[in-house]
Nanobody, 124 residues
Framework: QVQLVESGGGLVQAGDSLRLSCATSGMTFKNYLMGWFRQAPGKEREFVAAISWTPSNTYYADSVKGRFTISRDNAKNTVYLQMNILKPEDTAVYYC?????????????????WGQGTQVTVSS
């Protein structure tokens, strides 16, 4: 069965960096668009970044553009999210997701598989 397992979250201070990883199994990784979403307490899950089958196509939420970088290693079936200059408002549970194609890059409905999430907490 398909599994997505996130790692790399933690507690950091504002201005620090973190790199999240999402290891996948049970799927043909190179055929999927991969995305990161996040959900803060009391808020809806929101799009953060996505990367297409070919790594040249990347997409970012305006709130993270210039600070976060998404990448993928098709040989390792893994997608990454490098997060720099973290802010307290980046605090959330971060979810990895996989899409075989559907209603667009930014919509949760496009994604077929989800990980369990990893907590990122940024203190001021």
């Amino acid at each position: 069965q398909v599994q997505l397992v996130e790692s790399g979250g933690g507690l950091v201070q504002a201005g620090d960096s973190l790199r999240l990883s999402c290891a996948t199994s049970g799927m043909t990784f190179k055929n999927y668009l991969m995305g990161w979403f996040r959900q803060a307490p009391g808020k809806e899950r929101e799009f953060v970044a996505a990367i297409s089958w070919t790594p040249s196509n990347t997409y970012y939420a305006d709130s993270v553009k210039g600070r976060f970088t998404i990448s993928r290693d098709n040989a390792k079936n893994t997608v990454y999210l490098q997060m720099n200059i973290l802010k307290p408002e980046d605090t959330a549970v971060y979810y990895c997701a996989a899409s075989a194609g559907g209603q667009g890059v930014y919509s949760r409905r496009s994604y077929d598989y989800w990980g369990q999430g990893t907590q990122v907490t940024v203190s001021s």
